[in-house]
């Protein structure tokens, strides 16, 4: 039983930062990976970071372009997504997922378990 609910969405010029939250309201995440992925109006849901169990490894999808960061703190039983140099591209749904494994992350969708239900995330001037 694992129920995830991220925060942090918003409105934010661009340029500007934000930082999602992606944290087990039910259940612990220090034996689960996390994926964050985002879906905009009309396209597909796409990768953009994942980190592992230990937060020792993390992976970025090449669309992130180094301006995303994924952390975990799991006293807080919480993941990260911190997002600098946000471009109205960026707009979407921003959704985590989790998935136990004993080691790295996976940018493949399909292969998490369970989904928090999004935030989303607005680039406009």
């Known amino acids: 039983q694992l129920t995830l609910v991220e925060s942090g969405g918003g409105l934010v010029q661009p340029g500007g930062s934000l930082r999602l939250s992606c944290t087990a309201s039910?259940?612990?995440?220090?034996?689960?990976?996390v994926g964050w992925f985002r879906q905009a109006p009309g396209k597909e849901r796409e990768a953009v970071s994942c980190?592992?169990?230990?937060?020792?490894?993390?992976n970025y999808a090449e669309a992130t372009e180094g301006r995303f960061t994924a952390l975990r703190d799991n006293a807080e039983n919480t993941v990260y997504l911190q997002i600098n140099f946000l471009k109205s591209e960026d707009t979407a749904v921003y959704s985590c997922?989790?998935?136990?494994?004993?080691?790295?992350?996976?940018?493949?969708?399909?292969?998490?378990?369970?989904w928090g239900p999004g935030t989303q995330v607005t680039v406009s001037a």
């Open positions: 997922a989790a998935v136990p494994t004993s080691y790295s992350c996976s940018l493949n969708s399909e292969v998490y378990d369970d």
């Open positions: 980190i592992s169990r230990s937060g020792d490894f993390r």
């Open positions: 039910e259940g612990t995440l220090d034996r689960y990976s």
